[in-house]
């Protein structure tokens, strides 16, 4: 097995990567960036605990072979915070309505739910329920979710 | 699970590849479906080349001409259930791929990709069954078309050979005043695979007379098909809620007929009478 040139900017950074060709971009997100923000769940496509971002769309990093994320563009949970220590609206919204019990959907959520907001800035309840439809939570019954969400909107729109 | 991973950066050269290592080769596109073979190792054990089409433009548009529709196989759910042409001209297939997985499957999974997996509960395909849909094949050396309706073996088995990519799927354009619908049954209403799916196309003369009928159940035969002898009981014909239900009985005793009694057929017989039954009342307008 030839290993694998791999180019990529994870969080605004450039990177240059050897992996074998059969990890997921999954795995080298967390084992060979360190962003363990980025959950493993089911690891079929299911829970959507994997969620990142690749060139503006959700996908679930489970289903993605590292090969295939060649020259993309990657968010990550880790990359929501724009400046060190600060907490991304979302993220804040999220603790503030209870929406963090485990916290293991979180980082998920909170991609499916960047990624919402930044093309519709004021989402309904349907759209939103859309939106985190992917997204599975065994702890909060999805309401908290649904209200931090619909928080953040509202706080971010005000600051804007 | 070893292999080597290949980005060949055009459809000649993906033709090329496959040719060259026919047998050890195998075709990567969304990864929706090749990923969970790959997680629960079973991939061939043959296979030692990955070829991944993902990222080839030359696999992902949707055009239209005169009188076709014409989409990419690299095309996602997504690009699908979102774009206009699909909507305006077959917003069956926008339905029914809207309704696939998750966004986040959506957003990875493709058209041809679901095609060839052929699951008998894939929802492109009843939808691309009553478009009349057909499957362009390519090799190094040949390329040819299908009709979607011979394209599947048996469950999870395509006519797909080794060294054969799909470059796209294509329909004719229904007439303008074409009604359709499409409805699925899950478990959960988030990423779930169909139990039961059907599309129907119709088209109504100004007196009310069935012109065109096609209609095509999922999940209930060993391989995707129009249920043409259902349809003929309502074609050139006034839609009535007696005939209807005929209809309706008549796709269950179909489903019997080719995928015999099974333990699941109990609990499908009365859910997909009641299923053709509400969507050809809805879809045929009829009181
Ligand atoms: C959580 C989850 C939920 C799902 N829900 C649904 C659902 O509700 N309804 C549904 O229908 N499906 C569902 N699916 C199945 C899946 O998303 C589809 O079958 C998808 O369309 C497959 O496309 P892909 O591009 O991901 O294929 P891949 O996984 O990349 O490939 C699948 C197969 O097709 C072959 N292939 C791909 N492209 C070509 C080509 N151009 N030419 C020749 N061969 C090719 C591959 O070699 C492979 O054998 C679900 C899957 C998951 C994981
Ligand atoms: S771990 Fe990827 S979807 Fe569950
Ligand atoms: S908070 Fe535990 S799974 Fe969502």
């Known amino acids: ?98 929406a963090v019990q485990c916290g293991f959907c979180t980082p998920g959520m909170l991609m499916s739910s960047y990624n919402l907001l930044q093309s519709n800035p004021d989402p309904d309840e349907e759209e939103i329920k859309d939106a985190i439809a992917g997204n599975f939570c065994r702890c909060t019954g999805y309401k908290q979710i649904i209200d931090a969400i619909k928080l953040a909107a509202e706080r971010m729109n005000r600051q804007s | 699970m070893d292999f080597d991973f290949l980005q060949p950066t055009d459809l000649d050269e993906v033709c090329k590849l496959l040719n060259e290592y026919k047998g050890k ?34 696999l992902n548009y949707i055009k239209e001409d005169d009188n076709k529709i014409i989409i990419g196989a690299g095309t996602t759910h997504n690009e699908i259930a979102n774009n206009p042409i699909v909507n305006k001209w077959a917003p069956v297939l926008a339905k029914a791929t809207n309704s696939i997985g998750s966004p986040q499957i959506r957003n990875r999974g493709t058209l041809a990709g679901n095609i060839v997996t052929a699951s008998p509960a894939a929802d492109s395909v009843p939808a691309l069954l009553v478009l009349n849909g057909k499957v362009k094949i390519k090799t190094s050396s040949t390329t040819k078309e299908i009709p979607l309706e011979d394209f599947f073996i048996k469950p999870y088995q395509s006519k797909i050979n080794q060294d054969e990519l799909i470059v796209e799927i294509s329909f004719k354009k229904p007439p303008m005043e074409c009604k359709s ?107």
Not at chain 1, 41 to 51: F, K, L, M, Q
Not at chain 1, 66 to 95: C, D, M, R, Y
Not at chain 2, 34 to 54: T, W
Not at chain 2, 191 to 213: F, G, S, Y
Request: overall charge neutral; aromatic content about 4%; charged content about 30%.
């Open chain 1, 1 to 98: 097995m030839e290993t694998l040139s791999l180019e990529f900017k994870v969080n605004g950074q450039e990177h240059k990567l050897s992996v074998t060709p059969n990890k997921r971009l999954l795995d080298v997100l967390r084992e060979d960036l360190n962003l363990i923000g980025v959950k493993e769940g089911c690891s079929v496509g299911e829970c959507g605990a994997c969620t990142v971002i690749m060139d503006g769309k959700i996908i679930n990093s489970c289903m993605v072979l590292a090969g295939q994320a060649q020259n993309s563009e990657i968010l990550t949970v880790e990359g929501l915070e724009k400046e060190e220590g600060k907490l991304h609206p979302l993220q804040q919204a999220f603790l503030d309505a209870g």
């Open chain 2, 25 to 58: 080769v195998k075709i990567i596109s969304g990864g929706t479906d090749f990923m969970i073979d790959l997680h629960k190792d079973e991939l061939s054990p043959e296979i030692e080349y990955i070829i991944d089409v993902s990222n080839l433009r030359d």
């Open chain 2, 181 to 287: 619908g499409f409805k699925k049954l899950t478990r959960r209403k988030a990423v779930d695979k169909a139990r039961l799916n059907i599309a129907v196309l119709a088209l109504q003369n100004n007196i009310d007379e069935i012109e065109i009928l096609r209609i095509a159940p999922g999940s209930i035969t060993p391989t995707p098909e129009r249920f043409e002898k259902t349809e003929n009981i309502l074609l050139n014909k006034r839609p009535t809620k007696e005939l209807i239900k005929k209809a309706a009985e008549q796709v269950s005793s179909t489903m019997i007929e080719k995928s015999g009694y099974r333990w699941s057929t109990e609990y499908k017989k009365p859910v997909i009478k009641t299923m053709t039954r509400r969507i050809l009342t809805r879809v045929l307008e009829v009181e």
